[in-house]
């Protein structure tokens, strides 16, 4: 039987931050913040917990695309 309720995503899962709209990876947990940091590298950003969001799997894919091409040119 599937389940309704979404769980939060783990370190080096991608994520949402409903917040500020923005995507990245999850990179922890510190006090009571998530740290999050862009697909391409970055600067982290501190999320509240109940705002960090999975994404679907149409988005995953959009977003790692996206960072596939936007590297290729860097010789990545």
Sequence with gaps: MASN???RP???ELAK???SGRI???MGEIG???QMRPIRGGREWDAMPG???ALSAREELSERLGARNGNSGAGL
């Design 51 to 53: 705002g960090v969001v």
């Design 10 to 12: 783990g370190i080096g």
């Design 17 to 19: 931050d409903s917040a």
């Design 5 to 7: 309720q979404q769980t």
């Design 32 to 34: 009571g913040r998530v």
């Design 24 to 26: 990245g990876v999850v």
